[in-house]
T-cell receptor, first 113, second 113 residues
Framework: DVKVTQSSRYLVKRTGEKVFLECVQD?????MFWYRQDPGLGLRLIYF???????EKGDIPEGYSVSREKKERFSLILESASTNQTSMYLC????????????FGAGTRLSVL | AQTVTQSQPEMSVQEAETVTLSCTYD???????LFWYKQPPSRQMILVIR??????QNATENRFSVNFQKAAKSFSLKISDSQLGDAAMYFC??????????FGDGTTLTVKP
């Protein structure tokens, strides 16, 4: 079974802190994604990566950056956390084929105080 | 750009009854893939069903089936014999050729015993 593991289920940080959210997948997938999920807004794509060291901005990249140094790991970085970044963050991975599904991690609920 | 619209923020169904969740999308592509994902409370998002646009036959997976109307750009999910475990948020999604997904805002389904 495909496994996508997010390092934390719950995280509490203070405004201005640098925050790292880590995601690891074990299926050798080329694509990895970071989404933000807020009530009434569905899933919004922050960044995605289609290969090591390759990344593309999604719909809401402002205030975020990403890193993909190894194929299995995709990190989301909040350079200076703000209260409006309090949210649920979902990581996903997939192959490059458009017919293939995305496999999701359990999510990280981040609270920025 | 592709858009996906789920017009029903919330739906409810009596256990053992049938419910249909609506989804419409907008695209200029002729070949694409559509998905329904399920996110149970506090659990990982998983695939429910997938439809390939070039196939006229509607996809089915046990109690789950879709009504795919390509000309109308409609992709509804029918859940038959609803069970308590079907209670979740359901997301409709469209895959681009690069394997990137556009999600709807989600429909929260409540199943009443």
């Amino acid at each position: 079974d495909v496994k996508v593991t997010q390092s934390s289920r719950y995280l509490v940080k203070r405004t201005g802190e640098k925050v790292f959210l880590e995601c690891v997948q074990d299926m050798d997938h080329e694509n990895m994604f970071w989404y933000r999920q807020d009530p009434g807004l569905g899933l919004r794509l922050i960044y995605f990566s289609y290969d090591v060291k390759m990344k593309e901005k999604g719909d809401i990249p402002e205030g975020y950056s990403v890193s993909r140094e190894k194929k299995e790991r995709f990190s989301l970085i909040l350079e200076s956390a703000s209260t409006n970044q309090t949210s649920m963050y979902l990581c996903a991975s997939s192959t490059t084929s458009p017919k293939n599904i995305q496999y999701f991690g359990a999510g990280t609920r981040l609270s920025v105080l | 750009a592709q858009t996906v619209t789920q017009s029903q923020p919330e739906m409810s169904v009596q256990e053992a009854e049938t419910v249909t969740l609506s989804c419409t999308y907008d695209t200029s592509e002729s070949d694409y893939y559509l998905f329904w994902y399920k996110q149970p409370p506090s659990r990982q998002m998983i695939l429910v069903i997938r439809q390939e646009a070039y196939k006229q036959q509607n996809a089915t997976e046990n109690r789950f089936s879709v009504n795919f109307q390509k000309a109308a750009k409609s992709f509804s999910l029918k859940i038959s014999d609803s069970q308590l475990g079907d209670a979740a948020m359901y997301f409709c999604a469209y895959n681009t050729n690069a394997g990137k997904s556009t999600f709807g805002d989600g429909t929260t389904l409540t199943v009443k015993p």
